[in-house]
């Protein structure tokens, strides 16, 4: 294996981009792709991890567990990993995914509130699982507060951290001061999953492992919640370009990218699934820091309130809002258009 270990969320993250709907066939398949590529660690779940298929975030086209099973029996190499939020996931899901196969959980929180992790940290790590903390939106918090949060899900017994830029919110010279500062702080390896908002998704990751990351994640074709991932393809010839010594090989991963289209080709249903694209409103989530759902919210609001969806979003950058607060974007549209 390479020093740098690369982390495939196609089937997790990616899911957001089909609407939850890959189907166990289309998972095996990616996944074996995948794994013929060389890739070591393949995630695999509801875009929102264990637990997040329901009516208001979407519903996974089968049963998480089914997902699960479908890529376990058809990987042979391959660790498979799920994403878990706790809250949306729960400890008898974690047990559940150890009894079909899965060997790494990353367990996921807002950046701020690693103590919400330690449970399914330690529960991951008696299972004998690869336990990984993973710190969502980053850059909603300073250097000094993540690498304090990292910290705290080294002490649960996380065997390495993961930096999410959720919004696709940070630069170059930015990721590599939070790996920095991270680093410096715990003894257990970073990893780093970027999103496309600014353009900046492949530049961040090749940031993130100069200064130091050891995980890094990407989706094949970009896909993945809001602008969309790194690019798997792209971030491993990138990486490549630069000599990193990453176990993935470029025709292979090339392969797994046109299987991906394949498969979705054969659905009616998604063979006309756009392409994650940079639109206006995935520039200004970036720029604002704002999470990608809002983006309906917004408009229902500007449009029922009469204000500039633009505004809003800075407004509520400025808040700092994070997921499920649709009410104050209600509160902010109403003083934007002096209503409150």
């Known amino acids: 294996m390479g020093n740098l270990t690369f982390v495939d969320v196609t089937l997790r993250d990616g899911n957001h981009t089909v609407r939850q709907q890959f189907t166990t066939d289309m998972a095996a398949k990616i996944a074996t792709s995948l794994e013929a590529a060389g890739v070591s660690i393949i995630e695999v779940g509801h875009g929102d991890g264990s637990g997040g ?8 086209a089968a049963p998480i567990s089914e997902l699960l099973k479908a890529v376990v029996g058809a990987v042979k190499k391959a660790k498979v990993s799920i994403f878990l939020i706790p809250g949306f ?8 995914a150890y009894d079909i196969g899965v060997r790494v959980a990353r367990v996921a929180c807002h950046c701020t509130e690693a103590d919400i992790t330690e449970q399914h940290i330690q529960l991951a790590r008696k299972l004998d699982m690869l336990a990984v903390g993973y710190l969502i939106s980053f850059g909603m918090a300073s250097p000094q507060r993540i690498a304090e949060e990292a910290k705290k899900m080294e002490s649960y017994g996380a065997q390495y951290v993961n930096l999410a830029d959720s919004q696709g919110y940070l630069t170059p010279k930015q990721v590599k001061e939070y790996v920095h500062a991270v680093r410096d702080a715990v003894q257990i390896p970073v990893g780093f999953h970027a999103h496309n908002n600014l353009g900046c998704a492949i530049g961040n990751s090749l940031a993130a492992v100069e200064a130091g990351a050891q995980f890094v994640d990407g989706s094949l074709k970009g896909f993945g919640g809001g602008a969309g991932n790194a690019q798997s393809e792209v971030l491993i010839a990138a990486l490549k370009r630069e000599d990193n010594d990453v176990d993935v090989d470029l025709f292979g991963i090339l392969d797994a990218a046109a299987v ?6 054969k659905k009616p249903h998604l063979a006309k699934t756009p392409m994650p694209l940079i639109d206006n409103d995935s520039v200004l989530m970036g720029y604002a820091c ?4 809002y983006v309906l919210p917004v ?3 500007a449009q ?19 997921a499920a607060q649709e009410d104050v974007v209600i509160e902010e549209a109403r003083r934007l258009a002096g209503k409150a």
């Open 53 to 60: 298929s329901s009516i208001h975030v979407g519903r996974t």
């Open 89 to 96: 996931g729960t400890m008898d899901d974690l047990q559940e």
């Open 260 to 265: 991906l289209t394949d498969e979705l080709q």
């Open 290 to 293: 704002v999470y990608g759902g």
């Open 304 to 322: 029922e309130y009469g204000c500039d969806p633009r505004e809003l979003v800075l407004r509520l950058g400025k808040r700092k809002v994070v």
């Open 299 to 301: 408009k229902r609001a």
